[in-house]
């Protein structure tokens, strides 16, 4: 049988990879790409080892048919390179499964066939902690993926806790805020903390927010505080903006006008600028999405797809830059997807998208003649944005063959 590739095999195929991974979809028929943990919607895709946790992954093929996809995963270190330790040291079960989960659209104007996949699974399970990849491809054959993305599995090795605090920093106290924490080793036996374990922190599970810390301030026994003046300072930004389309049969929040013809045409209000000097509450999701239908019954199969328009007032133009819009619905990316186009005569940026019904957050991002992505420019910066902060904790001894994700904590500055 297939899913009987021997371990060798699938470490000759995936040398074709790149070895640095992240969040992809690499054919643009693959949409609405749903991955997290099963006890809540839309959260980050963390499960601790040997627990009956379960992770969810969902997306539409919006080539109609049922496919053949198959799935793996594999062992990263903390900087998403593939560990050097064969499939057999991490994997209990097969090297490869095939996911057989699937439903087709109905009553619906675009056709799609929707795929689900939980993990762990009867057929693959992880046997140690770390960063896993997991890819998704066409039959069987992994230089052809279709997504990949990031899971993160902790073992019950060290306890962490920590807490969201002004900045040290008068100069940034209307702008940032400062994550302190502590890891507790308890029986782990850490040689040099300064060299064996490491910590990343993200803003919203959003990996270009990510920082850095390889060094404690100060230890105390079996515990590493990390709480030194100068790092894990972040931008508050601002809060997410959003839009609802759960119906398409009424217009709601954000939404200026739905067209109905052979497919649906949704019409966002314009977005004017929010870098403005006072803070204004908004309510948001974090950057996340949320696939909902009020107008059937069962979203995964019977939620339609629109093309939703958006404008945006910059008061900039081409010539100084260009606008992107970002949020979990495509991963953050910068790229030509996520580009907006330049109307002259109205002095606005607008894209569509292609969007199934759902709840919706989005922001925009300017990225100037400097090249790099600024999402303060168009957006804001404030101290009092709600914010979620992952904390993830990586253990590596010298002698280790491969990293270990030993400590998770997720911090939220208003809850």
Not at 251 to 270: A, F, H, N, P, W
Not at 362 to 372: A, E, P, T
């Amino acid at each position: 049988m297939k899913k009987c590739i021997c371990f060798v095999l699938l470490l000759l195929s995936t040398r074709s990879f790149a070895q640095s991974f992240d969040n992809n979809v690499y054919n643009p028929a693959i949409k609405s790409v749903e991955f997290y943990n099963t006890a809540k919607v839309a959260s980050f895709p963390v499960i601790a080892l040997n627990s009956k946790e379960q992770v969810l992954l969902a997306f539409d093929d919006l080539r109609g048919s049922s496919r053949n996809y198959y799935y793996t995963i594999q062992h990263c270190d903390s900087k998403w390179n593939l560990s050097n330790i064969s499939p057999a040291e991490y994997l209990q079960g097969f090297a490869e499964d095939q996911i057989t989960d699937y439903t087709y659209s109905t009553n619906t104007k675009q056709k799609y066939t929707h795929y689900e996949l939980k993990l762990p699974n009867a057929n693959i399970i992880p046997k140690i902690a770390g960063n896993y990849i997991l890819k998704v491809y066409e039959s069987g054959d992994q230089a052809n993926p279709i997504l990949t993305r990031r899971l993160y599995i902790v073992g019950a090795k060290g306890s962490l806790s920590g807490e969201i605090v002004p900045t040290n920093n008068p100069s940034l106290r209307q702008t940032n805020q400062k994550i302190n924490f502590q890891v507790d080793l308890g029986n782990l036996q850490v040689q040099n903390p300064n060299n064996d374990v490491r910590a990343l922190i993200m803003q919203n599970g959003r990996s270009e927010t990510g920082q850095w810390t390889t060094q404690p301030s100060s230890i105390r026994g079996s515990q590493l505080v990390y709480d030194d003046v100068y790092t894990n300072d972040f931008a508050g930004r601002n809060e997410f903006r959003h839009f609802d389309t759960r119906t398409l049969k009424l217009k709601s929040d954000r939404i200026g006008q739905i067209y109905r013809d052979t497919s649906y045409t949704v019409m966002l209000l314009g977005d004017p600028s929010r870098n403005l000097p006072n803070y204004s509450f908004l309510y948001d999701n974090d950057g996340n999405f949320f696939i909902l239908n009020q107008d059937g019954y069962d979203a995964k199969r019977d939620g339609d797809y629109a093309h939703v328009y958006f404008s945006l007032a910059a008061n900039k133009t081409p010539q100084d830059g260009d606008a992107y819009i970002v949020g979990r619905f495509n991963d953050f990316k910068i790229d030509e997807r996520s580009k907006l186009q330049y109307e002259p005569v109205k002095g606005r940026f607008y894209t569509d998208l292609f969007l199934k019904q759902g709840v919706y957050d989005y922001q925009y991002v300017w990225v100037g003649h400097d090249k790099k992505p600024d999402d303060i420019a168009l957006e804001g910066n404030y101290f009092e944005t709600e914010n979620e902060y992952q904390i993830l904790v990586y253990y590596r001894p010298a002698s280790a063959r491969w990293e270990e994700l030993i400590g998770y904590r997720l911090l939220n500055n208003k809850k």
